[in-house]
């Protein structure tokens, strides 16, 4: 059955470094996600991307978050200056078609700032 | 806005022990809700789902019932087995311009002894 993967699964990284967060979708499908849970609270929506362009995101998707999907199975979460609060597990998801449908999601990477 | 409410956990329960975890939300429209399940070191899948009031959702024993009177969607399962032992989350898909974001509770632990 077809799955989403990502890589790393564990990421340690000093405060101030750039960390990018890799995911390969469903191959099949158009619509990209990434979401993030940090320990204890809720998961919470970052981005959502179609057609090599952002959808939509949210307030804590800022100048520091980028994505992008440089090839036709990569999509990639970059922070460019990690800080302390981005210590997280950060989920991709993919789906094949817009609206309330499922989405797929990986195993996560757990991102740890130190 | 857009929001769910999940019962606190964790929640250890004996095998064949009878489960209830409480999501109520509240949303713009008519929103989709979904509970998914997240397995040890696994990324998160779908395990139901119901995109109108008074639809029910069932899957591997599990029952969830959109309830648009009490805004609820409870999880209940009638004889939990060990293998069920996870995190549960409570998530809704909303309408319109947040089209496919997910909104997600905290997630319930569940622990079931033999």
């Known amino acids: 059955e077809p799955e989403v993967t990502q890589t790393p699964s564990h990421q340690v990284t000093q405060m101030g470094q750039e960390v990018i967060l890799r995911c390969v979708p469903i191959?099949?499908?158009?619509?990209f996600y990434w979401y993030r849970q940090i320990l204890g609270q809720k998961v919470e929506f970052l981005v959502s991307?179609?057609?090599?362009?952002?959808?939509?995101k949210s307030e804590i998707f800022d100048d520091q978050f980028s994505v992008e999907r440089p090839d036709g199975s990569n999509f990639t979460l970059k922070i460019r200056s990690t800080k302390l609060e981005d210590s997280a597990m950060y989920f991709c998801?993919?789906?094949?078609?817009?609206?309330?449908?499922?989405?797929?999601f990986g195993p996560g990477t757990r991102l740890t700032v130190t | 806005g857009n929001s769910v409410t999940q019962m606190e956990g964790p929640v250890t329960l004996s095998e064949e022990a009878f489960l209830t975890i409480n999501c109520t939300y509240t949303?713009?429209?008519?929103?989709?809700l979904f509970w998914y399940v997240q397995y040890p070191g696994e990324g998160l899948q779908l395990l139901l789902k119901?995109?109108?009031?008074?639809d029910k959702g069932s899957n591997k024993g599990f029952e969830a019932t959109y309830r648009k009177e009490t805004t609820s969607f409870h999880l209940e399962k009638g004889s939990v087995q060990v293998s069920d032992s996870a995190v549960y989350f409570c998530?809704?898909?909303?309408?319109?311009?947040?089209?496919?974001?997910?909104?997600f509770g905290r997630g319930t632990q569940l622990t079931v002894w033999p």
């Open positions: 998801a993919s789906t094949a078609t817009s609206g309330a449908v499922e989405q797929y």
């Open positions: 191959s099949n499908h158009l619509y």
């Open positions: 991307f179609y057609n090599n362009e952002i959808s939509e």
């Open positions: 949303a713009t429209g008519y929103p989709s």
């Open positions: 119901a995109t109108k009031a008074d």
């Open positions: 998530a809704l898909s909303g309408r319109g311009s947040t089209l496919g974001r997910l909104y």
